[in-house]
């Protein structure tokens, strides 16, 4: 009996419609929970590049191959093993991976056609980003979202320095100091998704899409008019998201994460004694990671406020590049992906510890022209 090739990380297909069709990219690694690693990244790259000089392709859908998973952020153990065995303070394969994930994430945010991307289940990290560049955000009420970068010594990249900046207040800076969890209520409130669709919805949107008065691709306006007729079948399939513990606790958060010094951010949430039990077990969990990704977070937010897309993916790559290096990230990694011991011995104690020149160094890129210049 002849044996079966595995399936490739991603899955692409074309689905016939009236005038036209539309591709389909399905992530497929199930047994790391669909985490981004470089051939995903360059499998959903070039689908993504041929299909828009396409006519005949009239939108994108992004699925994954599990409705309890969309996407758990990036393979960073391949980052940490890469930068392990690379040795002194650059790694070439980190800068290769971090620009390849930061061009399909800007590709996603500028794409000429409609892209609806669909966050079922655990979205985390690079996953989030993905549902933060597509033109059509579908979650569900089983969808579970976070930015849990600091528990690995990390920071919110994949364009969180923009998106974070653009959630209500300053609800963007809570999520990304603690990796609070939140659920589909709260990605509609702070903007990072558009729709909530029943679990297990997929094949019944699938079916619609055939039943829709699609504009050929060579027609004008066509991908304004396909937009517009995808928005109004997502929202007629909508169904209750329930409430957003994010919105209820605006006011409170906002006061926490206020102002512009970073380290008084952080030691206001780190000292926070008030009556939100939800904003109490986000601070709890902040508590375990990283004082010094925590600093890098809070800079890097700042710093990002009134910067285009562009900009903000530019100096992701650098520091990104320079924290793949790092002890922070490698230990990070190794308590909680490799060895799963769940006891990171993080290089400071707490986030006051960490010197200015630490952090100087780590923000000064590795290359006088960044490889991302080319965005602006």
Known sequence: MPQLLPLPSVLCDEVVVAAGKIGVLTLNAPARMNALNGEMIALLRESLIAWQTDPEL???????????VFCAGG????????ALLSGGDYCEAAERFFEAEYRLDYLLHRYPKPVIAWGEGVVLGGGLGLLAGAS???V?????LAMPELAIGFYPDVGAGYFLNQMPGRSGYLLGLTGSLFAAADALYTGVA???????SRALF???LHQQAWLAGDQPNSAEH?????SELLAAMQVEAGDSWIAADQQEIDRLCGGDDGLAIIESLLSYRGESQTIQNAVREATKG???AARVTIKQLLDSRDKTLAEVFIGELGLSTKLAQHREFQEGVRAQLVDKDKQPQWQHQHPAEVLEAELAALFTPPWPVSPLDDLC
């Open 194 to 200: 558009d729709y909530c669709l029943a679990d297990e």
């Open 206 to 208: 699938i079916e619609q």
């Open 75 to 82: 393979d960073v153990r391949a980052v940490r093993e890469e």
């Open 226 to 230: 396909n937009a517009l007729l995808l």
């Open 290 to 292: 990283s004082p010094l």
């Open 140 to 144: 569900t009420p089983s969808s579970r």
């Open 58 to 68: 009239l939108a994108v859908m992004l699925f994954a191959d599990s409705h309890k």
């Open 136 to 138: 059509h955000r579908v």
